[in-house]
């Protein structure tokens, strides 16, 4: 992450923003913030830069946690507090404590989870207990689906979309994956256009383009080139039959 072009993707800067906000915040206001969008733009990328930046805790959810236990215990860690077996109050108790006496945030990823396992509450309980920022990052429903949490949802002072890939990104994202070649602006418009800017799927696609760049020994590579190579662009569609 230390790479600085990806401080320059949109939905990094995005982030960055909601992030901010929530920090800045006049008093009185809702600390929470969310960042939303499909699978495969880059959220967790951006989380990660953002984590690293405002110094923040940071930590993905699993679809094995079933009860708050896990959540605080991978939040402590991350504070590198040692919960030994303190119940789950004690343990939110200390979380909140700890972000309250650093100031830090917390960036919580993955928090569709916790919506599917009813365990969010905990969140606004620690949101309330220390006044810290707090981001949600979650998938494109998340809106939607957290408005059935009227108390939690009125907690959100503002919501940010993550969106798909730009020419400029997908520009960015070249020279970190393809620091050897040169990427053709007509092939990085095709790849942009045929995975529709899933930035997981560009970079993926990034990485075929230099392996077929180095086979056929060209510092840059065109549309041309990458069509009569043979190779398909991996768009997460089965791949078609070839005829022999």
């Known amino acids: ?48 830069y953002a984590a690293n930046k405002f110094n923040a805790i940071h930590i993905e959810c699993r679809s094995v946690w079933t009860t708050a236990t896990p959540l605080l215990r991978a939040i402590l860690k991350e504070m590198h507090i040692d919960p030994a077996k303190k119940p789950i109050y004690e343990m939110a108790d200390m979380v909140a404590k700890e972000l ?11 928090f569709d989870y916790l919506v599917t396992k009813k365990i969010i509450d905990v969140i606004r309980d620690i949101h309330d207990a220390s006044d810290a920022a707090i981001l949600l990052i979650g998938e494109e429903n998340l809106p ?60 993926t696609n990034l990485d075929k383009i230099k392996e077929v760049a180095k086979v056929k020994g060209l510092k840059t590579i065109s549309l041309a080139d990458w069509k009569n190579s043979g190779e398909i662009f991996n768009t997460g569609d089965p791949a078609p039959r070839r005829i022999r």
């Open 1 to 48: 992450m230390s790479n600085p072009n990806i401080a320059s993707l949109t939905n990094v800067a995005t982030c960055q923003r909601a992030l901010q906000l929530a920090q800045s915040r006049a008093n009185g206001f809702p600390g929470m913030v969310t960042f939303y969008g499909p699978s495969g733009l880059g959220k967790t990328v951006a989380a990660t």
């Open 100 to 110: 309250a006496d650093s100031g830090r945030c917390l960036i919580v990823d993955e």
């Open 144 to 203: 939607t689906k957290l408005r059935a949490w009227e108390r939690f949802h009125n907690r959100v002072l503002d919501w940010f979309v993550a969106n798909p890939a730009t020419k400029d990104d997908a520009a960015e994202l070249a020279k970190i994956n393809c620091q050897t070649i040169t990427v053709a602006d007509d092939l990085l418009d095709d790849l942009l256009i045929t995975v529709r800017g899933n930035v997981r799927r560009i970079c």
